[in-house]
């Protein structure tokens, strides 16, 4: 899981230039908008991303519809703070569309607030004086991911490391540290799909009849990846 790589263009077109280009020549003679090989493969990426993912249609269509709109008006953000902090930029606004769905304003009982539904002691750690502002929450939840993804040295590749800082953004790395501990096994061993069955079993003060928050934990990682890798997709170039 989680194991991503940019989509190599390139490498493609350079493996499939004659199938392309015959299926682009098969394209034009229909009289459709023109095309290109690059544009026929994209669009096959996403097809493909969009039908792996487990997400409701309904909600592909809402992260569809947010896309073309309300992610515009920050993209450039996104892409700035993801350079600073040396994150990717699908992946911060990935975080940010789970936390808020790109929405400034947002707020929710527990007092988390903005586009990167900060608290207030995280907020303060990084150095963001109003939660709502969404320049100063962007900035401050890439920030707290980067700064989690140098104290997080758990996980077995790149991707359950990437897991494991999700799961730290949502629950709180002395959370994700203590049910690691709960696992008493080697933490350098630990993949990210032994904290997921671990954290589903969990017991909390903080759980609810019907959800436990280490389920919520769980669906926040996946979600997150699958929000991910539908912005790849729509971003391949």
């Known amino acids: 899981m989680f194991k991503i790589k940019k989509i ?4 493609f077109l350079a493996k499939n230039t004659i199938i392309l280009c015959a299926f682009v020549t098969f394209l034009g003679c229909a ?10 493969y994209c669009n096959i990426i996403s097809e493909k991303l969009l039908a792996f993912s487990r997400l409701s249609n309904f909600e592909k269509q809402k992260f569809k519809e947010l896309s073309s709109t309300r992610l515009q008006k ?3 953000d996104f892409i700035e703070a993801a350079e600073t ?5 699908e992946l911060l606004a990935a975080v940010a569309f789970q936390e808020s769905q790109w929405n400034p304003k947002a707020r929710s009982a527990t007092q988390v607030k903005g586009m990167m539904m900060l608290t207030l002691p995280t907020a303060a750690s990084v150095g963001v004086t109003d939660r709502l502002d969404p320049i100063q929450s962007i900035f401050g939840g890439a920030q707290y991911l980067a ?4 104290i997080v040295e758990f996980g077995t590749s790149s991707g359950d490391k990437i897991a494991f800082v999700l799961a730290a953004y949502n629950l709180g790395i002395t959370n994700v540290n203590n049910a690691i501990e709960g696992l008493n096994r080697n933490p350098t061993k630990v993949t990210w799909l032994d904290l997921e069955e671990y954290l589903i079993k ?3 003060s903080m759980d609810s009849r019907s959800y436990s928050r280490g389920q919520q934990t769980v669906d926040f990682v996946e979600r997150v990846r699958d929000y991910y890798y539908l ?3 729509q971003n391949c170039k």
Request: glycine fraction near 4%.
């Open 85 to 89: 902090f040396e994150l990717e930029w």
């Open 147 to 150: 700064e989690l993804n140098q």
């Open 74 to 76: 920050y993209k450039e």
């Open 202 to 204: 969990m017991e909390s």
């Open 231 to 233: 912005l790849l997709g």
């Open 8 to 11: 190599q263009t390139v490498k």
């Open 31 to 40: 009289k459709e908008p023109v095309v290109t090989p690059v544009s026929v």
